[in-house]
């Protein structure tokens, strides 16, 4: 049961990011980047050293004795997938700050979708019968938010590509420790920032308020959960974890309406409850699973 809490407690986390993102609203996008990026990096690898020197360890020897070709792949799967990390992250602070709050939750709610059917064209994934309907029937929400919102659904497709982009390759880099990964692929964020940081540089912020939420935002919108997602992991299956990816979009849309009064249109409801479907339709067997793992962990 806890493995699952710490599951449903990642994306519970993840589902009020847009709090602190917009509490930060009169700051750009590309500082709030920045500033995520730097301050996360300070903090994920106090925690690898001071909690997972083991892991940190085991994959340096691991990477020390793959073939030189095997290695080059590596650097070049992780460089790819850091740019794709660093473009989703900005497309949604973007999108939460200047575009629309449900265009963001949107995008997580397509973005597993999206990746199933990465999974399918590029990994030659098999994808069942019912799958490839509900992709088709999330097409069709898709044309039907265009057709209210051209901008919205575009932002929401850019982010969900991004993210997808960024899952499809980590699931092709195998045997590395994921956290261990992803430090790494912040500190190559770093580089790659700071000659645009430079370039735009005007001074650090002065605010307190500022500061305070990149902190937040670095600890508990981005270390907290990555590390409750990794220990779910453990005890529970990932097709279990994949389904609770839900739990986001559906908390950051209420999130949206409930609390910051963003209007919702009769297009947008009903390409929401169109992708819902899908959604459903999609994680049939995952939903089964779900309730399967529950009446064993009740034995």
Known sequence: MRYLLAGLGSFVIWGFFSIPLRNIKAFSAQDI??????????????????FRRKELKEDIQRISSISAAARRTVAIQILVATVFLMLNWFSFIYAINHVSLTSAAFAYMVCPLLTAFGGFVILKEELSRIKLISMVIALISIIFLATGSLVEVLWSVFIGVFYAGYLLIQRKMQGFDKLNVLALQIALAVILMLPFYIYQFNGLPQSPWFWSHIVIIAVVFTII???????????????????????????AFGVAVLYFDEVITVYQLSAYLLLLFSVFLFNWQAIKDIFTLKKKLNT
């Not at 590390?227 to 005890?235: D, E, M, P, T």
């Open 33 to 50: 980047l920045y500033y995520r990026i730097f301050t996360s990096l300070i903090f994920i690898w106090i925690a690898i050293l001071l």
């Open 225 to 251: 959960p990555l590390f409750l997602s990794l220990y779910a992991l453990i005890g529970i299956p990932s097709s279990t974890l994949g389904i609770m990816i839900y739990i986001n979009p559906i908390i």
